[in-house]
């Protein structure tokens, strides 16, 4: 699976503390702040985003881009300590081939929980 993931740290310390980290599971980077790896297995992505989670704070902000995933794009980010994604699923085509403009329909974010005791 290619696996791309934009690192946005609150401080210079934690740059190089997830640096080193990402190094550690073979990702390379590509520009500043942008890693990629094309040989990440989910279990290893999974990991991964532990470690992550446990290396971070509330100022850092990571997205984590994933291809392919059961036919889908997945986008998962970090930010104030809180993990959400974001599912992208490819547009249909008409008969020509031509797509046909849905792409907006097709892309859904998982839902968010409500707080206890708030109405719908």
């Known amino acids: 699976m290619f696996v791309s993931i934009a690192v946005d740290p609150g401080s210079e310390g934690r740059a190089k503390e997830l640096a ?3 190094g550690q599971y073979g990702f390379d980077k590509v ?3 942008l890693w990629e790896s094309a040989f990440i297995s989910p279990e290893t992505l999974n990991r991964l985003k532990r470690d992550l989670d446990r290396a971070t704070d509330a100022f850092d902000r990571l997205r984590i881009f994933q291809f392919p995933m059961e036919g889908t794009l997945a986008l ?3 930010r104030d300590k809180k993990w959400r994604r974001m599912i ?3 547009a249909g085509t008409g008969e020509a081939g031509e797509p046909d403009g849905s792409r907006s329909r ?3 974010q998982t839902p968010r929980r409500r707080p206890a005791g708030s109405r719908r």
Request: avoid cysteine.
């Open 88 to 90: 992208a699923r490819g």
């Open 106 to 108: 097709n892309a859904r």
């Open 76 to 78: 998962t980010s970090l």
């Open 31 to 33: 520009q500043r702040g």
């Open 20 to 22: 080193d980290l990402l």
